[in-house]
Protein backbone atom coordinates (compact mmCIF):
# COMPACT_ATOMS: atom_id res chain seq x y z
CA UNK A 1 0.00 0.00 0.00
CA UNK A 2 0.74 3.66 -0.98
CA UNK A 3 1.89 5.36 2.22
CA UNK A 4 -0.56 8.74 3.01
CA UNK A 5 0.54 11.88 3.43
CA UNK A 6 -2.21 14.63 4.81
CA UNK A 7 -1.79 18.34 4.22
CA UNK A 8 -3.16 20.46 7.15
CA UNK A 9 -3.30 23.57 8.04
CA UNK A 10 -5.35 26.83 8.56
CA UNK A 11 -8.32 27.50 5.75
CA UNK A 12 -6.74 29.60 2.89
CA UNK A 13 -3.06 28.90 3.10
CA UNK A 14 -2.84 27.40 0.01
CA UNK A 15 -3.33 23.54 1.09
CA UNK A 16 -5.27 22.67 -2.50
CA UNK A 17 -3.18 24.91 -4.34
CA UNK A 18 -0.34 22.31 -2.99
CA UNK A 19 -2.40 19.41 -3.95
CA UNK A 20 -3.18 20.37 -7.56
CA UNK A 21 0.63 21.09 -7.92
CA UNK A 22 1.57 17.45 -6.38
CA UNK A 23 -0.99 15.82 -8.29
CA UNK A 24 -1.07 17.51 -11.09
CA UNK A 25 -4.25 17.69 -11.26
CA UNK A 26 -7.00 20.61 -10.37
CA UNK A 27 -9.01 18.10 -8.25
CA UNK A 28 -8.93 20.76 -5.65
CA UNK A 29 -11.10 23.57 -6.00
CA UNK A 30 -8.93 26.59 -5.08
CA UNK A 31 -10.15 30.37 -4.50
CA UNK A 32 -9.47 33.24 -2.17
CA UNK A 33 -12.24 32.39 0.15
CA UNK A 34 -11.12 30.40 2.99
CA UNK A 35 -12.62 27.15 3.82
CA UNK A 36 -13.62 26.30 0.01
CA UNK A 37 -12.54 22.76 0.82
CA UNK A 38 -14.62 20.98 2.86
CA UNK A 39 -14.25 17.15 2.44
CA UNK A 40 -11.12 15.30 2.23
CA UNK A 41 -9.77 14.85 -1.67
CA UNK A 42 -7.31 12.16 -2.29
CA UNK A 43 -4.63 11.72 -5.36
CA UNK A 44 -1.91 9.95 -5.86
CA UNK A 45 1.82 12.17 -5.79
CA UNK A 46 4.65 10.32 -8.03
CA UNK A 47 6.56 13.61 -8.05
CA UNK A 48 9.91 12.41 -6.68
CA UNK A 49 11.34 8.71 -5.96
CA UNK A 50 8.64 7.36 -4.05
CA UNK A 51 4.99 7.20 -4.56
CA UNK A 52 2.96 8.21 -1.85
CA UNK A 53 -1.03 8.96 -1.24
CA UNK A 54 -2.03 12.70 -0.52
CA UNK A 55 -4.98 14.18 0.94
CA UNK A 56 -6.48 17.53 1.10
CA UNK A 57 -8.28 18.77 3.79
CA UNK A 58 -10.20 21.47 4.73
CA UNK A 59 -8.37 22.86 7.69
CA UNK A 60 -8.37 22.65 11.30
CA UNK A 61 -10.14 25.60 13.50
CA UNK A 62 -10.60 25.26 16.92
CA UNK A 63 -13.35 28.14 17.20
CA UNK A 64 -16.39 26.30 15.30
CA UNK A 65 -19.92 26.12 16.32
CA UNK A 66 -20.92 23.22 14.31
CA UNK A 67 -22.79 22.42 10.96
CA UNK A 68 -20.36 22.35 8.08
CA UNK A 69 -17.44 23.46 9.36
CA UNK A 70 -17.21 21.32 12.17
CA UNK A 71 -17.74 17.86 10.05
CA UNK A 72 -14.57 19.61 7.58
CA UNK A 73 -12.25 19.27 11.38
CA UNK A 74 -13.78 15.90 11.60
CA UNK A 75 -12.85 14.92 8.12
CA UNK A 76 -9.05 16.30 8.38
CA UNK A 77 -8.67 14.93 11.88
CA UNK A 78 -9.75 11.41 10.91
CA UNK A 79 -7.30 12.58 7.82
CA UNK A 80 -4.61 12.76 10.13
CA UNK A 81 -5.00 9.66 12.08
CA UNK A 82 -4.86 7.77 8.33
CA UNK A 83 -1.53 9.28 7.72
CA UNK A 84 1.96 8.46 8.29
CA UNK A 85 2.97 12.40 7.87
CA UNK A 86 0.99 15.45 7.99
CA UNK A 87 2.59 18.55 5.76
CA UNK A 88 1.85 21.58 8.67
CA UNK A 89 1.17 24.23 6.17
CA UNK A 90 1.45 27.84 7.20
CA UNK A 91 1.00 31.45 5.36
CA UNK A 92 4.69 33.25 5.03
CA UNK A 93 3.16 36.33 4.09
CA UNK A 94 0.97 36.89 6.91
CA UNK A 95 3.27 35.14 9.61
CA UNK A 96 2.57 33.31 12.75
CA UNK A 97 -1.11 33.54 13.15
CA UNK A 98 -2.64 32.46 16.73
CA UNK A 99 -4.38 29.70 15.28
CA UNK A 100 -0.89 28.03 14.31
CA UNK A 101 0.39 27.41 17.72
CA UNK A 102 -3.29 26.09 18.22
CA UNK A 103 -2.85 23.04 15.19
CA UNK A 104 0.40 22.96 16.31
CA UNK A 105 -0.60 21.69 20.11
CA UNK A 106 -3.24 19.28 18.35
CA UNK A 107 -0.65 17.55 16.61
CA UNK A 108 1.42 17.27 19.18
CA UNK A 109 -1.47 15.47 21.07
CA UNK A 110 -2.13 13.37 18.02
CA UNK A 111 1.66 12.19 17.98
CA UNK A 112 1.85 12.54 14.04
CA UNK A 113 5.36 13.04 12.18
CA UNK A 114 5.17 16.42 11.02
CA UNK A 115 6.82 18.43 8.33
CA UNK A 116 6.67 22.25 8.94
CA UNK A 117 6.12 23.63 5.49
CA UNK A 118 5.92 27.94 4.99
CA UNK A 119 3.92 28.58 1.42
CA UNK A 120 3.50 31.51 -0.22
CA UNK A 121 7.37 32.84 0.38
CA UNK A 122 8.27 33.90 -3.06
CA UNK A 123 10.35 36.97 -3.14
CA UNK A 124 10.76 36.92 0.42
CA UNK A 125 14.28 35.84 2.24
CA UNK A 126 13.62 32.35 3.42
CA UNK A 127 15.62 32.92 6.74
CA UNK A 128 13.59 36.27 7.63
CA UNK A 129 10.02 34.61 6.65
CA UNK A 130 10.63 30.91 8.41
CA UNK A 131 12.02 32.53 11.72
CA UNK A 132 8.63 33.05 13.66
CA UNK A 133 7.83 29.64 12.66
CA UNK A 134 10.72 27.88 14.91
CA UNK A 135 8.26 29.22 18.05
CA UNK A 136 5.37 26.10 16.83
CA UNK A 137 8.47 23.37 17.80
CA UNK A 138 8.61 21.36 14.81
CA UNK A 139 12.44 22.09 13.96
CA UNK A 140 13.57 24.41 10.60
CA UNK A 141 10.83 25.31 8.60
CA UNK A 142 11.17 24.61 4.76
CA UNK A 143 9.77 27.59 2.44
CA UNK A 144 8.22 26.79 -0.53
CA UNK A 145 5.59 28.57 -2.99
CA UNK A 146 2.92 26.52 -4.47
CA UNK A 147 2.06 28.99 -6.24
CA UNK A 148 4.83 30.21 -8.21
CA UNK A 149 6.50 26.23 -8.75
CA UNK A 150 9.04 26.87 -5.81
CA UNK A 151 10.97 24.69 -3.56
CA UNK A 152 8.86 21.70 -4.45
CA UNK A 153 11.40 19.24 -5.22
CA UNK A 154 13.51 20.02 -1.74
CA UNK A 155 9.61 20.01 -0.14
CA UNK A 156 9.43 15.96 -1.98
CA UNK A 157 12.90 15.28 -0.92
CA UNK A 158 11.97 15.86 2.56
CA UNK A 159 8.80 14.21 2.66
CA UNK A 160 10.30 10.80 1.37
CA UNK A 161 12.98 10.95 3.91
CA UNK A 162 10.27 11.28 6.68
CA UNK A 163 8.04 8.55 5.44
CA UNK A 164 8.63 4.77 7.17
CA UNK A 165 10.42 2.55 4.96
CA UNK A 166 8.42 0.42 2.80
CA UNK A 167 7.81 -3.28 4.12
CA UNK A 168 9.91 -5.12 1.30
CA UNK A 169 9.33 -8.58 3.29
CA UNK A 170 5.74 -8.04 3.07
CA UNK A 171 3.48 -10.93 2.05
CA UNK A 172 2.73 -10.84 -1.70
CA UNK A 173 -1.04 -11.90 -2.82
CA UNK A 174 -1.05 -14.74 -4.51
CA UNK A 175 -2.44 -15.22 -8.68
CA UNK A 176 -4.54 -12.74 -10.02
CA UNK A 177 -6.15 -9.80 -7.77
CA UNK A 178 -9.40 -8.27 -8.35
CA UNK A 179 -11.04 -5.69 -6.09
CA UNK A 180 -14.85 -5.04 -6.13
CA UNK A 181 -15.20 -1.58 -6.15
CA UNK A 182 -18.57 0.74 -6.11
CA UNK A 183 -20.92 2.81 -3.97
CA UNK A 184 -22.85 1.58 -1.48
CA UNK A 185 -25.62 -0.77 -2.06
CA UNK A 186 -24.67 -1.51 -5.74
CA UNK A 187 -24.70 -5.20 -4.87
CA UNK A 188 -20.92 -4.69 -3.88
CA UNK A 189 -21.30 -8.13 -0.82
CA UNK A 190 -23.71 -9.87 -2.88
CA UNK A 191 -20.64 -10.08 -6.03
CA UNK A 192 -18.36 -11.07 -3.03
CA UNK A 193 -20.43 -14.06 -2.01
CA UNK A 194 -21.58 -14.75 -5.29
CA UNK A 195 -18.04 -14.85 -6.71
CA UNK A 196 -17.39 -17.07 -3.64
CA UNK A 197 -20.12 -19.10 -4.37
CA UNK A 198 -19.05 -20.54 -7.46
CA UNK A 199 -17.28 -23.73 -7.53
CA UNK A 200 -14.02 -23.47 -5.63
CA UNK A 201 -11.35 -24.33 -2.89
CA UNK A 202 -11.68 -21.64 -0.87
CA UNK A 203 -7.62 -21.37 0.79
CA UNK A 204 -7.76 -18.85 3.60
CA UNK A 205 -9.28 -15.62 4.81
CA UNK A 206 -7.13 -13.23 6.69
CA UNK A 207 -7.18 -9.74 6.98
CA UNK A 208 -5.53 -7.14 4.43
CA UNK A 209 -3.19 -4.31 5.90
CA UNK A 210 -6.14 -1.87 6.95
CA UNK A 211 -8.72 -2.94 9.44
CA UNK A 212 -11.55 -2.78 6.51
CA UNK A 213 -10.33 -4.94 3.83
CA UNK A 214 -10.61 -8.43 3.71
CA UNK A 215 -8.06 -10.72 1.37
CA UNK A 216 -9.66 -13.85 0.19
CA UNK A 217 -7.64 -16.35 -1.57
CA UNK A 218 -9.36 -18.73 -3.58
CA UNK A 219 -8.77 -21.29 -6.69
CA UNK A 220 -11.58 -21.68 -9.52
CA UNK A 221 -10.78 -24.02 -12.46
CA UNK A 222 -6.73 -24.12 -11.79
CA UNK A 223 -6.45 -20.41 -11.80
CA UNK A 224 -5.97 -18.40 -7.80
CA UNK A 225 -7.35 -15.15 -7.18
CA UNK A 226 -6.95 -13.03 -4.34
CA UNK A 227 -10.51 -10.79 -4.03
CA UNK A 228 -9.69 -7.51 -2.39
CA UNK A 229 -13.06 -7.29 -0.40
CA UNK A 230 -13.73 -3.13 -0.26
CA UNK A 231 -17.13 -1.44 0.49
CA UNK A 232 -18.82 1.22 -0.89
CA UNK A 233 -17.70 4.60 -1.55
CA UNK A 234 -19.87 7.15 -0.46
CA UNK A 235 -20.05 10.77 -1.96
CA UNK A 236 -17.33 12.92 0.39
CA UNK A 237 -20.34 15.44 1.38
CA UNK A 238 -21.71 11.89 2.49
CA UNK A 239 -18.56 10.45 4.43
CA UNK A 240 -19.64 11.77 7.51
CA UNK A 241 -18.50 8.58 10.27
CA UNK A 242 -15.26 8.55 11.18
CA UNK A 243 -15.57 4.85 11.58
CA UNK A 244 -16.96 4.05 8.56
CA UNK A 245 -16.73 0.89 7.40
CA UNK A 246 -15.18 0.84 3.93
CA UNK A 247 -13.39 4.76 3.07
CA UNK A 248 -12.28 6.12 -0.05
CA UNK A 249 -9.53 5.93 1.01
CA UNK A 250 -9.32 2.37 1.37
CA UNK A 251 -11.27 1.62 -2.24
CA UNK A 252 -8.14 3.89 -3.61
CA UNK A 253 -5.85 1.55 -1.83
CA UNK A 254 -7.42 -1.49 -2.49
CA UNK A 255 -7.25 -0.46 -6.51
CA UNK A 256 -3.89 -0.12 -5.67
CA UNK A 257 -3.16 -3.38 -4.40
CA UNK A 258 -5.51 -4.93 -7.70
CA UNK A 259 -4.49 -6.05 -10.87
CA UNK A 260 -8.07 -5.97 -12.11
CA UNK A 261 -10.81 -4.12 -10.65
CA UNK A 262 -14.40 -5.25 -11.08
CA UNK A 263 -16.25 -1.24 -10.87
CA UNK A 264 -19.68 -2.11 -9.86
CA UNK A 265 -22.64 -0.04 -11.25
CA UNK A 266 -26.43 -0.28 -9.97
CA UNK A 267 -28.56 -0.77 -13.00
CA UNK A 268 -31.87 0.45 -10.87
CA UNK A 269 -30.01 4.07 -10.23
CA UNK A 270 -28.21 4.82 -12.99
CA UNK A 271 -24.88 6.07 -13.78
CA UNK A 272 -24.41 8.70 -11.09
CA UNK A 273 -21.50 11.33 -10.84
CA UNK A 274 -19.23 9.50 -8.03
CA UNK A 275 -19.83 6.49 -10.48
CA UNK A 276 -17.50 8.76 -13.21
CA UNK A 277 -15.27 9.90 -10.33
CA UNK A 278 -14.57 6.42 -9.93
CA UNK A 279 -13.91 5.21 -13.16
CA UNK A 280 -11.71 8.24 -13.29
CA UNK A 281 -9.57 6.46 -10.09
CA UNK A 282 -9.59 3.49 -11.99
CA UNK A 283 -8.15 4.90 -15.05
CA UNK A 284 -5.43 6.89 -13.27
CA UNK A 285 -4.56 3.84 -10.85
CA UNK A 286 -3.26 2.34 -14.27
CA UNK A 287 -5.76 -0.90 -13.43
CA UNK A 288 -7.42 -3.54 -15.58
CA UNK A 289 -11.06 -2.95 -15.56
CA UNK A 290 -14.08 -5.04 -15.88
CA UNK A 291 -17.20 -2.57 -15.84
CA UNK A 292 -20.00 -5.00 -14.14
CA UNK A 293 -24.27 -3.28 -14.20
CA UNK A 294 -25.78 -5.18 -11.26
CA UNK A 295 -29.66 -5.68 -10.89
CA UNK A 296 -29.89 -5.99 -15.02
CA UNK A 297 -32.53 -8.55 -14.64
CA UNK A 298 -35.32 -6.69 -13.18
CA UNK A 299 -35.13 -3.53 -16.12
CA UNK A 300 -37.94 -3.45 -18.92
CA UNK A 301 -36.81 -3.18 -22.45
CA UNK A 302 -37.12 0.75 -22.20
CA UNK A 303 -34.77 1.30 -19.06
CA UNK A 304 -32.21 -0.83 -20.66
CA UNK A 305 -31.94 1.12 -23.76
CA UNK A 306 -31.85 4.15 -21.67
CA UNK A 307 -28.91 3.05 -19.26
CA UNK A 308 -26.85 1.51 -21.97
CA UNK A 309 -27.21 5.64 -23.47
CA UNK A 310 -26.31 6.89 -20.07
CA UNK A 311 -23.06 4.62 -19.98
CA UNK A 312 -22.36 5.36 -23.42
CA UNK A 313 -22.43 9.00 -22.33
CA UNK A 314 -20.54 9.04 -18.75
CA UNK A 315 -18.38 6.08 -18.29
CA UNK A 316 -17.70 4.38 -21.85
CA UNK A 317 -15.49 7.63 -23.08
CA UNK A 318 -13.65 7.14 -19.67
CA UNK A 319 -13.32 3.35 -19.87
CA UNK A 320 -13.30 2.64 -23.46
CA UNK A 321 -11.16 -0.77 -23.57
CA UNK A 322 -12.96 -1.89 -20.53
CA UNK A 323 -15.16 -5.11 -21.06
CA UNK A 324 -19.48 -4.79 -20.03
CA UNK A 325 -20.71 -7.20 -18.46
CA UNK A 326 -24.29 -7.16 -17.05
CA UNK A 327 -25.00 -9.41 -14.31
CA UNK A 328 -27.34 -10.23 -10.79
CA UNK A 329 -25.07 -10.76 -8.36
CA UNK A 330 -28.38 -11.83 -6.22
CA UNK A 331 -29.40 -14.45 -8.59
CA UNK A 332 -25.98 -15.47 -9.97
CA UNK A 333 -26.74 -14.47 -13.72
CA UNK A 334 -23.11 -13.69 -15.47
CA UNK A 335 -20.88 -13.98 -12.31
CA UNK A 336 -18.68 -16.49 -13.84
CA UNK A 337 -18.29 -14.59 -16.47
CA UNK A 338 -16.17 -12.09 -14.13
CA UNK A 339 -13.77 -14.34 -13.58
CA UNK A 340 -13.56 -15.32 -17.70
CA UNK A 341 -12.72 -11.61 -17.90
CA UNK A 342 -10.39 -10.67 -15.45
CA UNK A 343 -7.98 -13.48 -16.66
CA UNK A 344 -8.32 -12.60 -20.32
CA UNK A 345 -7.43 -8.40 -19.08
CA UNK A 346 -4.55 -10.46 -16.60
CA UNK A 347 -2.99 -11.75 -19.68
CA UNK A 348 -2.89 -8.41 -21.47
CA UNK A 349 -2.07 -6.78 -18.11
CA UNK A 350 1.40 -8.40 -18.07
CA UNK A 351 1.83 -8.68 -21.74
CA UNK A 352 5.34 -8.13 -23.35
CA UNK A 353 5.43 -6.30 -26.60
CA UNK A 354 7.77 -6.75 -29.11
CA UNK A 355 9.89 -4.24 -30.34
CA UNK A 356 9.27 -4.86 -33.89
CA UNK A 357 5.39 -5.00 -33.90
CA UNK A 358 6.02 -1.74 -31.91
CA UNK A 359 7.63 -0.02 -34.63
CA UNK A 360 5.59 -1.74 -37.35
CA UNK A 361 2.22 0.03 -36.03
CA UNK A 362 3.99 3.51 -35.26
CA UNK A 363 5.19 3.58 -39.02
CA UNK A 364 1.83 2.64 -40.31
CA UNK A 365 -0.10 4.91 -37.66
CA UNK A 366 1.73 8.01 -38.59
CA UNK A 367 1.80 6.96 -42.61
CA UNK A 368 -1.79 6.93 -41.77
CA UNK A 369 -1.99 9.98 -40.29
CA UNK A 370 1.22 11.96 -39.40
CA UNK A 371 1.21 14.36 -36.59
CA UNK A 372 -0.07 17.70 -36.91
CA UNK A 373 2.16 20.30 -37.54
CA UNK A 374 2.92 22.81 -34.49
CA UNK A 375 4.89 25.92 -34.83
CA UNK A 376 5.58 25.09 -38.65
CA UNK A 377 7.47 21.90 -37.50
CA UNK A 378 5.93 18.48 -38.14
CA UNK A 379 7.10 16.25 -34.86
CA UNK A 380 8.44 12.99 -36.21
CA UNK A 381 8.42 9.52 -34.31
CA UNK A 382 11.21 7.33 -35.31
CA UNK A 383 10.96 4.21 -32.86
CA UNK A 384 8.98 2.44 -29.65
CA UNK A 385 9.85 0.46 -27.38
CA UNK A 386 8.35 -1.04 -24.06
CA UNK A 387 8.71 0.68 -21.31
CA UNK A 388 6.92 -1.13 -18.59
CA UNK A 389 4.05 -3.82 -17.99
CA UNK A 390 1.36 -3.40 -15.53
CA UNK A 391 0.04 -1.37 -17.55
CA UNK A 392 1.85 -1.47 -20.92
CA UNK A 393 3.87 0.97 -21.71
CA UNK A 394 5.17 2.27 -24.77
CA UNK A 395 8.05 4.62 -24.95
CA UNK A 396 8.05 6.28 -28.36
CA UNK A 397 11.68 8.38 -28.95
CA UNK A 398 11.04 11.55 -31.54
CA UNK A 399 11.49 14.85 -32.00
CA UNK A 400 9.12 17.95 -30.73
CA UNK A 401 7.34 15.00 -28.69
CA UNK A 402 6.02 17.33 -26.44
CA UNK A 403 3.84 19.42 -29.42
CA UNK A 404 1.35 16.53 -30.24
CA UNK A 405 -1.99 17.45 -29.26
CA UNK A 406 -4.31 15.67 -27.00
CA UNK A 407 -6.22 14.19 -30.15
CA UNK A 408 -3.45 12.39 -31.27
CA UNK A 409 -2.11 11.18 -28.24
CA UNK A 410 -5.74 9.22 -28.33
CA UNK A 411 -4.85 8.22 -31.45
CA UNK A 412 -1.70 6.57 -31.04
CA UNK A 413 -3.18 4.84 -27.68
CA UNK A 414 -6.07 3.30 -29.01
CA UNK A 415 -3.92 2.38 -32.02
CA UNK A 416 -1.50 0.48 -30.22
CA UNK A 417 -4.43 -0.94 -28.07
CA UNK A 418 -6.28 -2.14 -31.06
CA UNK A 419 -3.36 -3.46 -32.59
CA UNK A 420 -2.35 -5.37 -29.75
CA UNK A 421 -6.11 -6.44 -28.96
CA UNK A 422 -5.55 -5.24 -25.06
CA UNK A 423 -8.93 -5.62 -23.53
CA UNK A 424 -9.67 -4.01 -20.77
CA UNK A 425 -6.49 -2.06 -20.01
CA UNK A 426 -4.67 1.09 -20.47
CA UNK A 427 -2.15 1.62 -22.60
CA UNK A 428 0.53 4.61 -21.64
CA UNK A 429 2.85 6.73 -23.49
CA UNK A 430 5.82 7.98 -22.52
CA UNK A 431 7.91 10.17 -24.79
CA UNK A 432 11.71 10.48 -25.17
CA UNK A 433 12.87 13.87 -26.78
CA UNK A 434 15.68 12.79 -29.57
CA UNK A 435 17.92 15.57 -30.91
CA UNK A 436 17.94 15.93 -34.49
CA UNK A 437 21.04 14.16 -36.23
CA UNK A 438 22.01 17.23 -37.72
CA UNK A 439 22.09 18.94 -34.65
CA UNK A 440 25.57 20.70 -33.68
CA UNK A 441 26.90 20.14 -37.42
CA UNK A 442 26.73 21.95 -40.78
CA UNK A 443 24.68 19.76 -42.93
CA UNK A 444 26.28 20.56 -45.97
CA UNK A 445 30.15 20.89 -47.20
CA UNK A 446 31.76 24.34 -47.32
CA UNK A 447 31.47 26.33 -49.96
CA UNK A 448 34.18 26.86 -52.13
CA UNK A 449 35.95 30.29 -51.89
CA UNK A 450 35.26 30.95 -55.30
CA UNK A 451 31.37 31.06 -54.51
CA UNK A 452 31.96 33.11 -51.43
CA UNK A 453 31.33 36.55 -52.95
CA UNK A 454 33.52 39.64 -52.62
CA UNK A 455 34.24 39.28 -49.20
CA UNK A 456 36.17 35.87 -49.05
CA UNK A 457 38.44 36.92 -51.86
CA UNK A 458 41.63 38.07 -50.79
CA UNK A 459 43.12 41.65 -52.13
CA UNK A 460 45.33 41.22 -54.75
CA UNK A 461 49.44 42.67 -53.59
Known amino acids: MKPIVALVGRPNVGKSTLFNRLTRTRDALVSDTPGVTRDRIYGACDYGQRDFILVDTGGLESDVEGGLELLAVEQTRQAIQDAELVVFLVDGRLGLHPEDAGIAEELRRMQVPVLLVVNKSEDLDPGVVGADFYALGFGTPLTISAAAN ?99 LKAIQAMEAADVVFLLVDAHEGVTDQDARLARLVRDAGRGVVLAVNKWDHLDDQQRHRLRRTLDIKLVPLLYYAPLRYISARYGTGVGHLFEAAETIYTSYTRELSTAELNRVLHEATEAHPPPVRGGFRPKLRYAHQGAKRPPTVVIHGSRPNTLPDNYLRYLERTFQKAFELEGVPLRLQFRKQESPYKGRARHKEAPKSFRGKKGKKKAK
Open 150 to 248: QGMGRMVDLVEERLPPADEEAEALPGIRVAVVGRPNVGKSTLVNALLGEPRMIVYDRPGTTRDAIHTVLERDGQTYTLIDTAGVRRRSRIKETLEKFST
